[in-house]
């Protein structure tokens, strides 16, 4: 089984200010990350995700985010937010395990990001 | 256009009506997924496919069913719909490359009342 938890379900910050927000997962096995962001009355678009590799991520629109597996976690961070990124953001892991996807996509209940003038 | 979608857009049903969401993609993945969205929930998996005679049940299956009718077309009834199913319906897509990225549409508002 695996689940995800994104800790805070609202972050409000000032425009040009950095932000983080933060996501844990759990999994037996080995985990492929994602990190989702939903416009309003917009569908989901893929902002970046961690497969192999460099533990550091970068994504769309300055965004990056780093797994870390001693900790379980997979935050995203932007060093200087703009009014354009308020948003919903949506951590979700995939398990795999024989180099085989189990193909199921689990996400966390989502931050609200709103960035203030 | 887009590479997945969904119809209709937006639906207000009564109780007990039964109601089909129906989903096409145009990007060629053999995997498609129905996910709802309600607020600080995040989304739940309902039924996944990998492919046309494999379906599969997800987090939140009961009440609801699924056709896959071509490699392209996901279907997902409500047969008998609930005012607690009212909520914002997401149609996915992903290939088993690429960690299974998954595409969504843009998703279904429904309302039952």
């Known amino acids: 089984a695996q689940s995800v938890t994104q800790l805070d379900s609202q972050v409000p910050v000032f425009e040009e200010a950095p932000v983080e927000l933060r996501c844990n997962y759990s999994s037996s096995v080995s985990v492929y990350l994602f990190w989702y962001v939903q416009y309003p009355n917009q569908g989901l678009q893929l902002l970046l995700k961690?497969?192999?590799?460099?533990?550091l991520v970068k994504g769309i629109n300055g965004f990056e985010a780093e797994f870390n597996k001693s900790q379980t976690s997979f935050h995203l961070r932007k060093p200087s937010v703009h009014i354009s990124d308020t948003a919903e953001y949506f951590c979700a892991v995939s398990s795999w395990a024989g180099g085989t996807s189990y193909g199921k996509l689990t996400f966390g209940q989502g931050t609200i990001l709103t960035v203030h003038p | 256009d887009a590479d997945v979608t969904q119809t209709p857009r937006n639906r207000i049903t009564k109780t007990g009506k039964r109601i089909m969401l129906e989903c096409s993609q145009t990007?060629?993945?053999?995997?498609m997924y129905w996910y709802r969205q309600d607020p600080g929930l995040g989304l739940q998996l309902i039924y996944y496919s990998f492919d046309v005679k494999d379906i599969n049940k997800g987090e939140i299956s009961d009440g609801y069913s699924v056709s896959r009718q071509a490699q392209a077309k996901f279907s997902l009834s409500l047969e008998s719909a609930i005012p607690n199913q009212t909520a914002l319906y997401f149609c996915?897509?992903?290939?088993?490359?690429?960690?299974?990225?998954?595409?969504f549409g843009e998703g279904s508002w429904l309302t039952v009342v």
């Open positions: 996915a897509t992903a290939t088993g490359y690429s960690g299974n990225t998954i595409y």
């Open positions: 990007k060629g993945h053999d995997r």
């Open positions: 961690y497969l192999s590799g460099s533990t």
